[in-house]
């Protein structure tokens, strides 16, 4: 459901299995980990009150499998227990920020992405690019000018077909959109951004607050790393 609502903060689901994978359920808000974005943390609430701590979201084999692993100790909850599922908010809203924050990082420094990672507290890009093109204060003037202008996210769906007749959309190197499903899932920030994500992001790119270059480093001979950290 966080494809559709990435502010989802509680609903209700159902157990449909629990083994040494995680646990299964029939919808889920809790975002599983993929394309840089680590998965989401929380809890599920039994009705008897019992809260079963979930430390990391996983995806499945299965195309929308998702396996919410619990915290050693737990006892599983057994299938058609309904739950009450409430993630972390805070660690959350912080991702979505930061990863929302990456895409318009990737319009100020326009090279390939050679790779990425977000975290609660810091995010980081990777680009195939000469290191001399790197500047700190540039960067974070130029990515928080694109912040202040307030513009509102849309998702929106293409088909592989449509998405193998674009390729310029993927930006990334490393890590290519799924094929295989009918459609993708695209980002588009109007007048700024349009790229494959399936992650979590906020609705309007301000709720970002500004960020600052942390750290530029050498990588490798294709990987020049620019972290960053949220300003506010």
């Given at each position: 459901m966080f494809r559709d609502d990435a502010y989802l903060k509680s609903i209700t689901a159902r157990v449909l299995e629990a083994d040494e994978r995680g646990i299964s359920l029939d919808r889920t808000i809790f975002y599983p980990m993929g394309g840089g974005q680590p998965g989401d943390s929380g809890v599920l609430v039994r009705e008897t009150g019992e809260r079963i701590t979930i430390t990391d979201t996983r995806k499945g084999?299965?195309?929308?499998?998702v396996f919410h692993i619990p915290a050693p100790g737990m006892s599983p909850p057994q299938a058609g227990e309904l739950l009450s599922l409430e993630i972390d908010w805070e660690r959350r809203y912080s991702l979505m920020r930061l990863h929302t924050a990456l895409h318009l990082l990737s319009c100020v420094v326009v090279a390939p992405v050679s790779g990425g990672n977000i975290g609660p507290d810091k995010a980081r890009l990777d680009f195939d690019i000469d290191m001399n093109l790197?500047?700190?204060e540039r960067i974070t003037?130029?990515?928080n000018a694109l912040i202040?202008?307030?513009?509102s996210t849309e998702t929106v769906w293409i088909s592989d077909e449509e998405l193998d007749a674009q390729p310029e959309?993927?930006?990334t190197m490393s890590v290519q959109p799924p094929h295989g499903l009918g459609r993708v899932r695209l980002l588009r920030i109007p007048g700024i951004d349009l790229q494959p994500c399936g992650g979590t992001h906020v609705r309007n790119i301000a709720e970002i607050g500004g960020i600052r270059v942390m750290r530029i480093r050498n990588e490798g001979k294709r990987n020049k790393r620019v972290e960053i950290v949220l300003a506010t």
């Amino acid at each position: 459901m966080f494809r559709d609502d990435a502010y989802l903060k509680s609903i209700t689901a159902r157990v449909l299995e629990a083994d040494e994978r995680g646990i299964s359920l029939d919808r889920t808000i809790f975002y599983p980990m993929g394309g840089g974005q680590p998965g989401d943390s929380g809890v599920l609430v039994r009705e008897t009150g019992e809260r079963i701590t979930i430390t990391d979201t996983r995806k499945g084999e299965a195309p929308d499998s998702v396996f919410h692993i619990p915290a050693p100790g737990m006892s599983p909850p057994q299938a058609g227990e309904l739950l009450s599922l409430e993630i972390d908010w805070e660690r959350r809203y912080s991702l979505m920020r930061l990863h929302t924050a990456l895409h318009l990082l990737s319009c100020v420094v326009v090279a390939p992405v050679s790779g990425g990672n977000i975290g609660p507290d810091k995010a980081r890009l990777d680009f195939d690019i000469d290191m001399n093109l790197l500047d700190a204060e540039r960067i974070t003037r130029e990515t928080n000018a694109l912040i202040a202008s307030g513009v509102s996210t849309e998702t929106v769906w293409i088909s592989d077909e449509e998405l193998d007749a674009q390729p310029e959309l993927v930006k990334t190197m490393s890590v290519q959109p799924p094929h295989g499903l009918g459609r993708v899932r695209l980002l588009r920030i109007p007048g700024i951004d349009l790229q494959p994500c399936g992650g979590t992001h906020v609705r309007n790119i301000a709720e970002i607050g500004g960020i600052r270059v942390m750290r530029i480093r050498n990588e490798g001979k294709r990987n020049k790393r620019v972290e960053i950290v949220l300003a506010t």
